[in-house]
């Protein structure tokens, strides 16, 4: 079983609904990443998490570090968000990533 | 100021060849990570330097993979010779080396390694 688990793996939603994308680990963790991935197009970062909430835009991040748990939200979803969301995690005393399989989202118009 | 660049975008070549991957870092990043994407599989570490000297190399695969970083700038990553199993994409990260818990990493386009 991989140490970060993100769920679901491909999610399809319409244009302006309300998307929910989580992510548990099993390790300890100094922090924690979501990033995306457009079709085709590299890796950037949205958030960088150690605890608590951070909002950008209609993106929102959360981490519930006792239960090792992080959830991904976006707010009036619109085709342009469709890529694929990778959670990663920093292991504590290391300075690598641990990264779940992705979740691609598509969303219609 | 310039992201994470590497070189090639896209690489085919056939098993027993030898390719060389190069990845240009943020200019002042001290710290560079090599990763890779296999087909159907997470993202996993490769291995990480901090200017010129290997701190952590244990995602390496198997001896045919070498990674450089002479003068701690620019990095090289060759696979010598190139098994099937290597085709994926190879994403390269910078950081910097500020006295913080985490700094946070910059990734590249990533190079797509075909091997036939």
């Known amino acids: 079983k991989n140490e970060v688990e993100q769920s679901p793996q491909n999610l399809t939603a319409q244009e302006g609904e309300f998307i929910t994308i989580n992510c548990s680990y099993s390790v300890g963790i100094s922090a924690l990443h979501w990033l995306q991935q457009h079709p085709g197009g590299g890796i950037v970062s949205l958030f960088m998490l150690s605890s608590g909430k951070k909002k950008h835009g209609r993106l929102i991040a959360t981490i519930n570090i006792q239960e090792k748990h992080s959830s991904l939200h976006i707010t009036a979803s619109h085709p342009r968000d469709s890529a694929v969301y990778i959670c990663?995690?920093?292991?504590?005393?290391?300075?690598?990533?641990?990264f779940g399989q992705g979740t691609r989202l598509t969303i219609n118009p | 100021e310039a992201g994470v660049t590497q070189f090639p975008s896209h690489s085919v070549i056939e098993k027993g060849q030898t390719v060389t991957l190069r990845c240009d870092p943020i200019?002042?990043?001290?710290?560079l990570y090599w990763y890779r994407r296999v087909m159907g599989k997470e993202i996993k570490f490769l291995l990480h330097?901090?200017?010129?000297?290997?701190?952590?190399e244990s995602g390496m695969p198997n001896n045919r993979f070498l990674a450089e970083r002479t003068g701690g700038t620019y990095s090289t990553l060759k696979v010598q010779p190139a098994e099937l199993e290597d085709s994926g994409v190879y994403f390269c990260a910078s950081s910097q080396a500020k006295a913080s818990f985490y700094n946070e990493q910059f990734f590249g386009p990533g190079t797509r390694l075909t091997v036939l």
């Open positions: 200019s002042g990043h001290d710290n």
């Open positions: 330097f901090v200017k010129e000297s290997k701190q952590d």
């Open positions: 990663a995690v920093l292991i504590q005393g290391a300075q690598k990533l641990v």
